[in-house]
T-cell receptor
Framework: DQQVKQNSPSLSVQEGRISILNCDYTNSMFDYFLWYKKYPAEGPTFLISISSIKDKNEDGRFTVFLNKSAKHLSLHIVPSQPGDSAVYFCAARYHGQNFVFGPGTRLSVLP | DTEVTQTPKHLVMGMTNKKSLKCEQHMGHRAMYWYKQKAKKPPELMFVYSYEKLSINESVPSRFSPECPNSSLLNLHLHALQPEDSALYLC??????????????FGPGTRLTVL
């Protein structure tokens, strides 16, 4: 049973426009959510996170929104750049140390 | 130094071999993690060390044996692996675990092939 879901395997966006990546979860014990970006042949790179007590966190071009009642979070990238093309993983934490990753969404930003 | 290093980058081994994967960080992080990632799948947590003590073992078979000799090093000893164990093995570290909100820093991974 997938506890963290990313229902869009891929997403294509024009350069300069907004990219919105979505993530849904089922475990109400998750207290911390993170987004990672992964290029081929590299480990995941941390992008941005949000604790369960907040509903928004912003860092430069990246904003994460959390809707606890809907068990849904999203990552907004504005403006999108070709260098943002990568696989994006949503991850969630429970019991302080257990991290569960979603299946990932491949973002392609077209020039 | 904000890097997690992993060696080797690639490893090919037979089912009767014994080998070890190594991970190192010099960020003063006190939590270290091993993940396994199969192709087109998300990373799956295997082990967590917190202050050099094993705190989580996600029902990993005993042919995988982790070791944390000190706060900067994490090893994964491999013995009698199966071809289905072929995967990318990722190491990560974070400042601490528990209630603090600390992101994980990942290494580039070791690509393991079991013949």
């Amino acid at each position: 049973d997938q506890q963290v879901k990313q229902n869009s395997p891929s997403l294509s966006v024009q350069e300069g426009r907004i990219s919105i990546l979505n993530c849904d979860y089922t475990n109400s014990m998750f207290d911390y959510f993170l987004w990672y970006k992964k290029y081929p042949a590299e480990g995941p790179t941390f992008l941005i996170s949000i604790s369960s007590i907040k509903d928004k966190n912003e860092d430069g071009r990246f904003t994460v929104f959390l809707n606890k009642s809907a068990k849904h979070l999203s990552l907004h990238i504005v403006p999108s750049q070709p260098g943002d093309s990568a696989v994006y993983f949503c991850a969630a934490r429970y019991h302080g140390q257990n991290f569960v990753f979603g299946p990932g969404t491949r973002l392609s930003v077209l020039p | 130094d904000t890097e997690v290093t992993q060696t080797p980058k690639h490893l090919v081994m037979g089912m009767t071999n014994k080998k070890s994967l190594k991970c190192e960080q010099h960020m003063g992080h006190r939590a270290m993690y091993w993940y396994k990632q199969k192709a087109k799948k998300p990373p799956e947590l295997m082990f967590v060390y917190s202050y050099e003590k094993l705190s989580i073992n996600e029902s990993v078979p005993s042919r995988f044996s982790p070791e944390c000799p000190n706060s900067s090093l994490l090893n994964l000893h491999l013995h009698a692996l199966q071809p289905e164990d072929s995967a990318l093995y990722l190491c990560a570290s974070s400042r601490t675990s528990g209630s603090s909100y600390n992101e994980q820093f990942f290494g580039p991974g070791t690509r393991l092939t079991v013949l």
